[in-house]
């Protein structure tokens, strides 16, 4: 008896090991206790495994045969004299095998399985993902699995053959510049500690000015490399993203000990995936950066409103002595001033006075002047944003008057202007803010 341990759930025995009525009506011809067993034995076993038990000596396995037992109620030593004879074991498999119209795995249907895994390996890198597409595909066939090593020996020699197609392709797009680019990202020197290549794998974790400068020299590196315009769209996304995870996690040394069309695709693909990933995450620190500025103005809004609200009870008690002082009858006029100074003190009124100058209502107008107050610290790292991206407009039927504002803003940048041209417009601010940056006709360079 050869003896195996296969873990099965309970769910997954009771779905495919139970006995139907049919089942029991195949079972039900077999003569002998012992040949029954064996034989609904061998069907929970094909039905568990996608195979047959190997015959010499009879594959057993413990999960399977104690199940079976379970339901003759009778004990599994019962299937010693069931496998005695090896002849029996054989025709039941003959009678499976015809019962469930299970196909036999023959030269005709390994081709179609190879070639089934080819085109699968031309999307899928992993090893263990091929060998699960074919085991799916012998299942969704009705074939009786083959042996394991025959499974990932076709896998394996099919992911080498898609590999191969893949990097030559690759290298018959590279120019020798641009293979010598490519070689460029991994090198290291004496003056040199880190290779272009980590420096573009560096990711900050966190949103902050030197954060945003980062990913846009990021972007600098990779558009610099001439690959973000190569055409890859011939590359499966799954194998591109495959490849990109490859470089990712992979040492400087470990890429160079790649053949060279297997490298120079996997760095492609890497560059391409790390410019997406990269751009999306500067989106993103954008708006964080720019939602932390406005959590800071509106909790400074806050706060001032309710100083505001205090100091007008203080104002509001403050005057309530001086107010009967001036409606006091008997107070002459020449008197009046001194009595009122009296009551309060030049030094509160001038502390009113301050606590009134800036009076805020914390309206959208506040809101925005408290932005334009913090533009410096703002343009620290909205300039690289605004700076290095190309926005689109995608209606494209009337230019945005929001897009023309930042492309005439990249233009200044660029052109080191301290000054707006004079084509500059408002119009893309809210009609209730454009009085704030335009007064007289003249723009506000930081408020615009």
């Not at 399985?113 to 085991?135: P, T, V």
């Not at 803010?433 to 930081?446: A, M």
Request: aromatic share 8%; net charge positive.
């Amino acid at each position: 008896m050869s003896d195996t341990t296969t873990s099965f759930s309970r769910l997954r025995l009771i779905r495919d090991a139970s006995f139907s009525k049919n089942d029991w009506q195949q079972i039900n011809q077999c003569r002998g206790e012992h040949n029954r067993f064996g034989f609904a034995y061998q069907i929970a076993f094909v039905r568990m495994m996608g195979r047959f038990p190997k015959q010499a000596p009879l594959e057993i396995d413990e999960e399977i045969i104690t199940f079976t037992a379970l339901q003759f109620d009778v004990g599994i030593r019962i299937i010693d004299g069931y496998q005695k004879r090896r002849q029996t074991i054989s025709e039941h498999q003959q009678r499976i095998r015809d019962y469930l119209e299970m196909r036999v795995f023959d030269k005709e249907a390994e081709q179609e399985l190879i070639a089934f895994i080819a085109e699968e390996a031309l999307r899928l890198d992993r090893l263990s993902s091929l060998i699960s597409k074919a085991r799916h595909w012998l299942e969704t066939g009705r074939f009786l699995v083959p042996a394991d090593y025959a499974i990932r020996r076709i896998a394996q020699a099919e992911r080498r053959k898609a590999r191969t197609i893949l990097g030559e392709r690759m290298m018959q797009q590279l120019s020798p510049t641009m293979r010598s680019t490519l070689d460029r990202l991994l090198t290291t020197g004496d003056m040199v500690t880190l290779s272009a290549l980590q420096r573009i794998k560096f990711n900050p974790s966190k949103p902050s000015n030197s954060a945003m400068t980062h990913l846009m020299e990021k972007l600098y590196l990779i558009e610099e490399t001439g690959m973000f315009h190569l055409e890859i769209s011939w590359i499966n996304p799954n194998y591109q993203r495959t490849l990109y995870y490859q470089v990712r996690n992979a040492s400087v040394d470990k890429l160079r000990e790649m053949s060279a069309p297997r490298r120079y695709l996997a760095l492609v693909c890497y560059l391409h995936q790390a410019w997406r990933d990269s751009l999306d995450q500067a989106v993103d620190m954008y708006g964080k950066l720019l939602d932390r500025q406005k959590s800071q103005i509106d909790k400074q809004l806050d706060d001032q409103l309710k100083n505001q609200h205090r100091a007008l009870n203080r104002v509001v008690q403050n005057y309530t002595v001086p107010g009967s002082v001036l409606l006091d009858p008997a107070i002459d006029d020449a008197d009046l001033r001194s009595r009122m100074l009296a009551a309060v003190s030049v030094d509160e009124l001038r502390q009113d006075q301050s606590r009134f100058a800036n009076w805020t209502k914390g309206d959208n107008k506040a809101k925005f002047s408290e932005f334009a107050a913090r533009h410096r610290r703002l343009n620290r790292f909205a300039a690289p944003f605004l700076s290095r991206l190309e926005f689109i407009d995608d209606h494209q039927i009337n230019a945005s008057p929001t897009l023309e504002a930042v492309k005439l803003y990249q233009q200044t940048r660029n052109a080191k202007r301290r000054t707006l041209p004079s084509k500059a417009q408002a119009d893309f601010a809210p009609k209730g803010l454009r009085s704030l940056i335009e007064k007289n006709g003249i723009i506000d360079r930081s408020r615009w």
